[in-house]
């Protein structure tokens, strides 16, 4: 392991002038924590509505998914860091101004409650379901009775959780692609609309797949927007952000961001779910597969250039 | 255009409208279209992610992907990428995309599936040899009345009617 | 003159990859309408049932090179930046040998390979997986085969400049011959049962178990 001594904020080996750190690691425990935010906000919203028997994929199905999803994302940041036997440190201090804190404790909230919600539901998913030890009856006992508390927390958790994946990346400010408050509920919006997608490739019920497909538009429309504003506010902005958005608007990732995050991840599958409401083309799998690659995309790039962005003119 | 929805085009306004979309490639790239090269591109791409050292010493490899170039930042990658999702956004308007094979009535999938893999083979070495495929020199080259796209394009149509008959037991 | 706009640096490179998928979009579109996405009906082609291939390419041929020379001459289009095929005509014909071989085995070439992927024909997967292997094999054995791709080289060889007389000329004689070849297309589909493919590969007919046909003529 090498440790850096760093007497100048200049000129440091891999992270000034571009930093060069972050590899796949990150961008994919950003995309699944988005992804698990959207499965359990969908799955507690509509268990809070009583739709549990008209949604059962929503509510009950992918949650089960969410713990292990989640882990994997938990995973692969603990590879990403550099020192893993600090990792406890995290969880010795609270620190409202740091992101990486808020984030430490929210996961420290998310993924039990994540795993209680994946119990209570999985017995109702998987008929033969049975726990090996009777405690563990007891304790799913107890915890269905609370099931409502469980699901409003979840709600707010996830929302947490979606926002901060973004909040993470706008907090370096030495990074002028990244620090724009817009990343926070565009990653939020991403998050929610993989969720859907995922939802979507699991769910059978016309109906349950026909609302889905509503809400999916919705959400992306919103992404667009959101995307779009984030353009005009970095163009509006100093020299240096309009240097940033360069990046994305003739720069080494135009091609990149436009066809794989824009087009083949937002406004294609836009326009088929549109099509396939409206009945003019059958319904496939196509649109969501295409959501959950260009939320990815959406992540990776994001990262990317943003590693690449630069205060230094 | 055609309100019957599984109607393909008419041949010649197929043909115009793809002259258009090779014209307007004229007119703002200054290049033609093609195929071929990007699956060689991509085929590049998959060598060098196992092993960089062999594509930097096969001279054929390294003009695509040497050093640092990254063999999918091309013009053609990204037009067949446009290819697949124009091709995908046709056939579901037209009720096309299903799951299937084509093939004549006296021959078995399996045997389809192995004739395709064995002509794409063919296609796929002739095409380099060629310097590009149907797309790239006969159609592309065709328009720009390069000499050797036509002589290409006679030869690649006239060897086709010459073993016709030796395959036909696959399509008709 | 201003055109080609990206030869005149109207933009970037970049940018170009952007336009690039746009076009492939339109050219993906219009190949699958054109029916290139079922390897049948273009196999057709080379048993005289389904002449769709020939007029498809060659109504397009001609509309590209009369729009070339029009933007020509109407100053808008510099022909010279426009990038020409260099001619090399022992791997030209050499290939084309290949390529026709493998056209009637493979039924598909590479671009109509892609659309009929992307409609989830599994022939055009196959198709695809042996292309690229064919081209591993041809990096592979380049080395042993360099001198042979170079052969013949004539540079930037025009039909025009080949036979001596001015792309006008050129162009005409192609149309008149494009012309002849509809024609006749339009009298051996008659003759050899026409639109067979057209019915049997469309949506309402499923086309791994197409409808009895004629016996070939032959």
Known sequence: MQEYTITSGRNMAHIDPTLSIWGWEVPVYLYLGGLVAGVLFFSALYFIRGKADEMPTVVRVTPLLAPILLGLGLFTLFLDLEYKLHVFRFYTNI????????????????????????????????????????????????????????????????????????????????????????????????????????????????????????IDVMTIAVEVFLIIHMFMGFLASAEIHIQAAGLFLGGPFTASFWVFVVALGLLVPLLLELLELRGRIAATKIPALLVLAGGFFLRYIIVEAGQVSTWGL | MNSDKSAYWNPYLAGFVLGLVLLATFVIMGRGLGASGAMMRTVTYAVDTISPEHVDNNIYFAKYAGGDKNPLSNWLVFEVVGVLLGGLLSGLLAGRLRLQTDKGPRISKRGRWGFAFLGGGLMGFGARLALGCTSGQALSGGATMALGSWAFMFTMFAAAYVVAWFFRKQWL | MSAPFYKYDFFGFETGLLIAFIIGILFGFTLERAGFSSSRKLALQFYFRDMTVLKVMFSAIVTAMIGVLLLNLADILDISKIYLNPTFLGPQIGGGVVMGIGFVIGGYCPGTSLVASAIGKIDGFFYIAGALVGMVVFAEIYPLIADFTQSGGMGDATLGNWLGLKPGIVAFLIIIMALAMFAGSEVLEKRFGGQVAAGGNGALANASEPVEEPAPAE
């Open chain 1, 95 to 214: 620190r409202l101004e740091s992101p990486m804190s808020w984030g430490s404790w929210t996961l420290a909230a998310i993924f039990p409650l994540s795993l209680l919600w994946a119990a209570i539901h999985v017995g109702k998913v998987f008929p033969k379901w049975r726990w090996p030890f009777g405690w563990m009856d007891r304790m799913v006992a107890i915890a269905e009775t609370y099931a409502r508390p469980i699901a409003w927390s979840l709600i707010v958790y996830s929302v947490i959780l979606g926002i901060y994946t973004g909040i993470l990346l706008s907090a370096f400010n030495a990074r002028p692609i990244w620090n724009t408050a817009i990343l926070g509920p565009l990653f939020l919006a991403s998050g929610l609309s993989t969720g859907l997608a995922l939802n979507m490739l699991f769910s059978k019920e016309k109906n349950e797949l026909h609302l889905l497909g509503k």
